[in-house]
């Protein structure tokens, strides 16, 4: 996952720099509101925004708005220190997904930048196919054919992150960060273990064999 942070208090912005680098994600930190806003903007292909209110020179909550007003779509996370109810409201007015008021804990906002990111993923997503294998991400239903498949929350965020990678190796690390969301307490037969589910499920009934698995690598689907 890919994440901006904008904070303009430097031991709070490194500390939460080396917290998402430790679960494994890519960070970039700006320190202002234009900054912030340049590169929300551009292309860089950010998953989550985590724009503090209080930024120099344009405050986060405009930067929340004028990206709204330019088609941003990505998830956008408000940290502030006000706490009323009209700001909370004026946070949500202006596009933010989320508020978390200051102190927070590391855990809630870690937290809360998964579940942005999953949510924006599901409905953005447009359905998937490889022959007559179909999941639609914003239903979260998959089908083979005309035969519904009832899958798991994970096992259909592991067979999701297969089919949109369709044709390219998968490694367990990549389905590590992406279902577990890093998780490092996860190990590696639990996902063997969750895509021979997979398999049994949307393969097996069906004669058919759509996951190979690449040993000491991970797995791979190809296209249909």
Not at 98 to 121: G, I
Not at 138 to 160: K, N, P, Y
């Amino acid at each position: 996952m890919k994440v901006l942070v904008a904070d303009d208090e430097p031991r709070l912005a490194s500390l939460l720099e080396q917290s998402l680098v430790e679960l494994g994600w890519t960070v970039d930190v700006v320190a202002d509101g234009r900054s912030a806003y340049l590169a929300g903007l551009g292309d860089a292909g950010y998953d989550v925004l985590l724009l503090d209110w209080m930024l120099p020179g344009m405050e986060g909550i405009t930067v929340c708005r004028r990206l709204r007003e330019a088609g941003v779509r990505t998830p956008i996370l408000v940290l502030t220190a006000r706490t009323t109810v009209p700001d909370r409201v004026a946070g949500l007015r202006a596009g933010a997904d989320d508020y978390l008021p200051k102190p927070f804990d590391l855990d809630e906002l870690v937290a809360r930048l998964q579940a942005l990111h999953r949510r924006a993923r599901d409905e953005y997503d447009e359905p998937l196919a490889v022959g007559d294998l179909v999941l639609d991400p914003g239903s979260r239903r998959v089908r083979r054919g005309s035969t519904a498949i009832d899958l798991s929350a994970r096992e259909f965020d592991i067979l999701r992150l297969l089919m949109s990678r369709a044709g390219r190796l998968v490694t367990r690390l990549a389905i590590l960060d992406e279902v577990w969301d890093g998780d490092t307490d996860v190990r590696s037969n639990v996902i063997d273990v969750h895509v021979a589910s997979v398999r049994a499920k949307i393969d097996r009934p069906f004669g058919t064999s759509t996951i190979t698995t690449l040993r000491g690598s991970g797995y791979r689907i190809d296209p249909g």
